[in-house]
C-alpha cells in the first residue's frame, strides 16, 4: 500500500469501464490508503495534470471516474489497458466518517466521491446505523456505477434515486434530488456528505438547515481550478482557504460564511 506521493508516479490502466457516451472508469496498478473524499493529481504526459477525485475504496486498487471535458480528460478517456499515467497524491481532506446516521448526496458526477465513502461505510457497517444515499442525474442512462446498486441495498443502504427528464422504461422518479427529501429515512442529526454542482448543493444545505440538520455535520465538497495540488501556488481559493489543502471537502458552517462559496 502506497503513502503521499508529492511527485507524479507512472502508473499502468488495469482496467476502462465505459459508463456513458462521455463517462469512464480506469482502474489502475497502485493501492491507496486514501480517506474518501479526497483527490489525486492525475497526468498524461505532454498534455497536462488534472485533480479527480478517489472513486475506489480504501485500499483497493486506485479508480478513477471522469467525464471527457476538455483537453486532459479527452486524453485520459483515450487511454486502454496497458497504457500509463501519472499519479500524484491522495491529497486534502476528505469526508469525516464518524459512525450514526450517514446521508450521502451525489448530483451527476458528484458520485465518484460517494462511492468511496460507501465503501468504507460497508466495511465497518455496524459502525454506523441509518445508511442513505440520494443521487440524482439529468437522465436514467447518465446514472453512474448502475451495476453496485443491488450489492449497496444488500449492504443496508437506502438507495434513493431521480432524474430530470425520464427515459423509455425509467419508472423511478422524476425531479430534482432535493425532491428526494420525502423519502429521507435518516435523523435530522446524521452526518451529511455532499457532492454536485454548486446550485445544488446550495438547495441541498439550504433544505436540509430548514429540517434541523446541523451545518457543521453537513459536509460539501468544492471544486476549484487546481496547479500544485499542494497548498502553494494560490489558484484554489475559496475565502481564506485552499480547496487542495484545507479542502476540498468543507463543513457547510465554514462554507455559508464566504459568499463566494457558492453553496449560499
Ligand atoms: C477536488 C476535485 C475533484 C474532482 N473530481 C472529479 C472527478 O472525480 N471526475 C470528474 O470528471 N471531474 C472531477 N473534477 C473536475 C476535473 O478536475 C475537471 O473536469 C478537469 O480539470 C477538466 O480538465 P480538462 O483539461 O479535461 O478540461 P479543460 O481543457 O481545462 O476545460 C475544457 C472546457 O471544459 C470546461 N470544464 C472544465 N471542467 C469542467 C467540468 N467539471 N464540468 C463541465 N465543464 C468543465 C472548461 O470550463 C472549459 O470550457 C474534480 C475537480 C476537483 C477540484
Ligand atoms: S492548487 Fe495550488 S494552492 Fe491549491
Known amino acids: 500500500m502506497e503513502g503521499v506521493s508529492w511527485v507524479p508516479r507512472l502508473t499502468r490502466v488495469l482496467e476502462r469501464v465505459q459508463h456513458t457516451a462521455d463517462t469512464v472508469s480506469l482502474k489502475l496498478d497502485l493501492s491507496l490508503n486514501h480517506q474518501p473524499g479526497q483527490f489525486v493529481q492525475v497526468s498524461v504526459p505532454g498534455v497536462g495534470e488534472i485533480p479527480l477525485s478517489v472513486a475506489s475504496f480504501p485500499g483497493d486498487r486506485l479508480m478513477i471516474t471522469f467525464r471527457r471535458v476538455g483537453r486532459v480528460t479527452a486524453a485520459l478517456y483515450g487511454l486502454g489497458v496497458g497504457d500509463s499515467i501519472g499519479v500524484r497524491g491522495p491529497f486534502g481532506r476528505g469526508f469525516p466518517l464518524e459512525g450514526g446516521d450517514v446521508l450521502l448526496v451525489a448530483g451527476g458526477m458528484g458520485l465518484p466521491p460517494i462511492r468511496s465513502a460507501l465503501g468504507s461505510i460497508l466495511r465497518e457497517r455496524d459502525r454506523f446505523g441509518t445508511v442513505q444515499l440520494l443521487y440524482g442525474a439529468r437522465r436514467p442512462s447518465l446514472l453512474l456505477y448502475r451495476e453496485e446498486y443491488d450489492a449497496w441495498r444488500r449492504g443496508d443502504v437506502v438507495v434513493s434515486l431521480i432524474v430530470d427528464e425520464a427515459e423509455d422504461g425509467w ?94
Open 171 to 264: 419508472r423511478g422518479r422524476v425531479g430534482v434530488v432535493t425532491e428526494l427529501f420525502d423519502e429521507l429515512e435518516v435523523g435530522s442529526d446524521a452526518t451529511v456528505l455532499v457532492c454536485g454542482p454548486e446550485i445544488m448543493m446550495k438547495f441541498v444545505g439550504r433544505g436540509l438547515l430548514k429540517m434541523g440538520f446541523d451545518p457543521k455535520r453537513i459536509y460539501m465538497s468544492m471544486e476549484r481550478h487546481m496547479k500544485c495540488g499542494v497548498g502553494l501556488c494560490g489558484h484554489c481559493n475559496i475565502g481564506p482557504y485552499y480547496v487542495c489543502r484545507d479542502g476540498p471537502v468543507f463543513d457547510f458552517e465554514t462554507l455559508r460564511n464566504i459568499p463566494e462559496s457558492g453553496v449560499i
